[in-house]
């Protein structure tokens, strides 16, 4: 066993003891795939409810593979988290062929595959179930050839690279942003004369398009609309969303301040002068990578989820440049002094940051919480098969199997094609704004679940629409081992007569 092998073995270990400490993490929207990928399998389609066809997931390409594993045997929940915590470790070998091709000393790999697997937000992901560490992972490869195009152009890995890409507009609805911003890295700081340099990218471009272009058919045809309604239900444009996604970003990157510092003190230190010239284009085509992925962040008002979701794909690309900032550490100077406080410095921060900290905590939420309501749901209601209102509109559909009125929108494409009715919509939580009583009484839903232990009460903010609500409906109890949970059964529902 060589020593780039032993490293990354090593840095392996680590990162599986860390995902087993935030184990068996799992947020509500993981299992919103899951039921599309669950109904898929029993012949429904990738559908919501029966007789409806709304695209309320980011990631098709991460349901079929998740359905396809389940076809041969394999539990749903399990398939998702074991091709989450496939695609974190070959991130892994990603940086030991990096480093090998690279010619990077051996402690650049030691260190950068540490501080990696010592990154809470790639253990929580890893074990999150979405979809995640796959375009991590893509994200990187991607990269990593782009590279390769920067010393020496050549059209197949270019194409290479585009699939990689349009692999990635599969998987996330951003991931034409991610093509744009190998693209214009590339057309910025290639050496290459103009002609190839837009050859480069237009065939980079064409070959993710090609993904896009056969999602979008498929969309269309499938059901009827140009984007996901997971955009609708998140995207817009204005001051509100800037700056949430302005603070979001911001508590990301501080999150990573001494592998940040760390890079930054050493490749404006001695980079430019160290450092041979492809090195130097490459850490600018990663910087301005990074920068432009960053502004989409920051525009699309970042995100609610833990372990800062949005910026996972972003790690390796920190990584790739911590790593080439080691090679410039001088250890006989005993510069290994700075390295030590980095590595604890960066391992107290992903220990006492808010975001990774929830995650521990919650980990045990949807075990203990959501799966317990969906299940004794089931066992009371079962043959009923009421029609359900919810705020967490993914473990309590998925373990009831009962048609749901997602009151949030994500799964409702009423909710979204009226959004500019809704006077909160694009000022509230990012994708928590398009509660609308008046449509969920429209709809006449046989129980409304709206108390779920362990997260905040959504109907704190919104307590007089409600009480509104209320007035047709009379609590019941659902006993579940570590709670006594409160539900709203209508007094006219037919489905739940005596």
């Given amino acids: 066993m060589n020593r780039y092998t032993a490293a990354m073995l090593t840095a392996a270990m680590v990162l599986l003891a860390h995902m087993a400490y935030f184990y068996p993490y799992t947020p509500d929207d993981t299992f919103i795939s899951l039921r599309y990928a669950q109904r898929l399998v029993a012949g429904k389609g990738l559908s919501w409810n029966d007789g409806e066809y709304v695209e309320g997931f980011s990631d098709p390409l991460w349901i079929l593979l998740a359905a396809g594993l389940n076809v041969i045997g394999i539990d749903l929940l399990v398939a998702v988290q074991l091709m989450g915590a496939a695609s974190v470790l070959v991130t892994l070998y990603i940086f030991r062929h990096y480093a090998v091709r690279y010619a990077l000393p051996v402690s650049s790999l030691w260190l950068g595959s540490l501080i990696y697997a010592l990154s809470a937000p790639v253990a929580i992901w890893g074990v999150g179930g979405l979809e995640v560490p796959l375009v991590m992972v893509l994200l990187l490869c991607a990269l990593v050839l782009s590279r390769t195009l920067l010393d020496n152009y050549d059209s197949t890995t270019a194409v290479k690279t585009g699939c990689l890409l349009g692999l990635i507009c599969l998987l996330r609805p951003e991931g034409p942003v991610y093509t744009i911003a190998i693209a214009a890295g590339l057309m910025l700081v290639s050496t290459h004369d103009i002609r190839k340099r837009l050859r480069m990218s237009g065939i980079i471009s064409l070959s993710a398009f090609a993904f896009f ?170 043959n009923k098969q009421p029609l359900i209102a919810v705020f967490t509109a993914g473990a309590i559909p998925y373990y009831s199997g009962f048609p749901t009125l997602d009151v949030y929108g994500l799964n409702d494409s009423y909710l979204t094609s009226h959004r500019y009715e809704n006077k909160e919509f694009g000022h509230g939580l990012v994708g928590h704004d398009l509660f609308d009583e008046q449509y969920i009484e429209r709809r006449k839903p046989d129980l409304l679940v709206f108390e779920t232990p362990g997260i905040r009460d959504g109907c704190k903010f919104r307590k007089e629409k409600c009480e509104w609500l209320f007035k047709k409906y009379e609590p019941v109890v659902i006993a579940i081992p570590k709670y006594d949970v409160t539900a709203w059964r209508r007094k006219d529902s037919e489905k739940l007569k005596n």
């Fill in 213 to 382: 272009a056969a999602l979008l058919a498929w969309r269309l045809c499938y059901f009827g609309t140009w984007v996901p309604n997971t955009v609708l239900v998140k995207v817009t444009f204005g001051v509100t969303r800037v700056v949430m996604g302005l603070v979001y970003s911001a508590r990301a990157y501080l999150s990573f301040i001494a592998v940040l510092w760390f890079t930054g003190h050493y490749l404006t230190k001695k980079g430019h002068s160290t450092l041979d010239s492809a090195t130097r284009a490459y850490v600018h085509f990663l910087l301005i990578v990074s920068a432009i992925l960053s502004v989409a962040i920051i525009f699309s008002g970042g995100d609610w989820m833990l372990g800062y979701r949005a910026y996972v794909p972003l790690i390796p690309v920190c990584i790739l440049l911590f790593m080439e900032s080691c090679r410039l550490v001088d250890f006989y100077k005993k510069e290994w002094c700075f390295v030590a406080v980095v590595f604890m410095v960066h391992m107290m921060t992903q220990l006492i940051d808010k975001d990774n900290l929830n995650a521990k905590l919650g980990r045990n939420w949807v075990p203990d919480v959501l799966k317990p309501m969906g299940e004794e749901l089931k066992k009371i209601y079962g």
